[in-house]
C-alpha cells in the first residue's frame, strides 16, 4: 500500500528498491495501466534494459494502446542519437557506428547525456511528450544512462524507479567523459 501511495504522488522521483518476487513490475504496470486511463496529454515512457522486459510490460499494459511508449534505455539514446547524429558529429545509421566499437552504447550514452546536459531543449520537449517515466531495471544503469533520465526529470518529467541491486547484471563499468 505504501508503495502504491508512493507511485501514485505528486513526488517528481519515487525509487522502489525491493528484491525479486515482490511484484516491481506488477506495481509499475498497474500503476502505467492506471494513469494512461486517466488521459491527460503525452505518452507514459516506459524504460528497461532488456527486450524481456519490455515485452512483460508490453503484455500488462496492452489495454493502454498507443498512451505507453515502451523501450529499452540504449533504445531511446540511440534514437536521441539518430535524431541529433549531425550535433553529435556522428553518422546517420547509429546503429552501425555502436557496433563498430568495443564500448559502443556506453559511448552513445555518454554523448547523448552530454547533449542533453548542453541543450536542455531537447529533454523538455521529450519531458512535454513522456510526463510520466517510469524506468525499470534501474540497477542496471550506467552514470550517462541515469543522465539522460535525470534530464527528463530536470524538465519536468515524473520518474518512477524499480530496482534491485542483488539483481544487477550489468558489470559497474567506468567511461572517460
Not at 491527460?40 to 498512451?67: E, M, P
Not at 533520465?149 to 559497474?172: E, H, N, S, Y
Request: aromatic share 4%.
Amino acid at each position: 500500500d505504501s508503495v502504491r501511495a508512493a507511485l501514485r504522488s505528486d513526488a517528481p522521483i519515487v525509487a522502489v528498491e525491493a528484491p525479486a518476487g515482490c511484484g516491481k513490475t506488477t506495481q509499475g504496470a498497474e500503476y502505467a495501466r492506471e494513469i494512461t486511463a486517466e488521459g491527460g496529454s503525452g505518452r507514459l515512457l516506459i524504460l528497461t534494459h532488456t527486450h524481456a522486459a519490455c515485452s512483460v510490460f508490453s503484455d500488462r499494459t496492452k489495454k493502454a494502446g498507443s498512451r505507453i511508449e515502451i523501450r529499452t534505455i540504449d533504445g531511446i539514446i540511440a534514437q536521441i542519437a539518430s535524431t541529433y547524429h549531425v550535433g553529435l558529429g556522428l553518422p546517420a545509421d547509429i546503429a552501425a557506428w555502436v557496433r563498430q566499437r568495443p564500448d559502443g552504447y556506453a559511448d552513445l550514452a555518454l554523448k547523448v547525456a552530454m547533449l542533453l546536459n548542453r541543450y536542455p531543449m531537447i529533454a523538455a520537449s521529450m519531458a512535454h511528450r513522456h510526463p510520466v517515466v517510469i524506468c525499470d531495471e534501474h540497477q542496471d544503469s550506467s552514470g550517462d544512462q541515469h543522465s539522460v533520465v535525470m534530464a527528463l526529470v530536470g524538465q519536468g518529467a515524473r520518474l518512477r524507479v524499480f530496482a534491485d541491486p542483488m539483481q544487477k547484471i550489468f558489470k559497474d563499468r567506468t567511461a572517460v567523459g
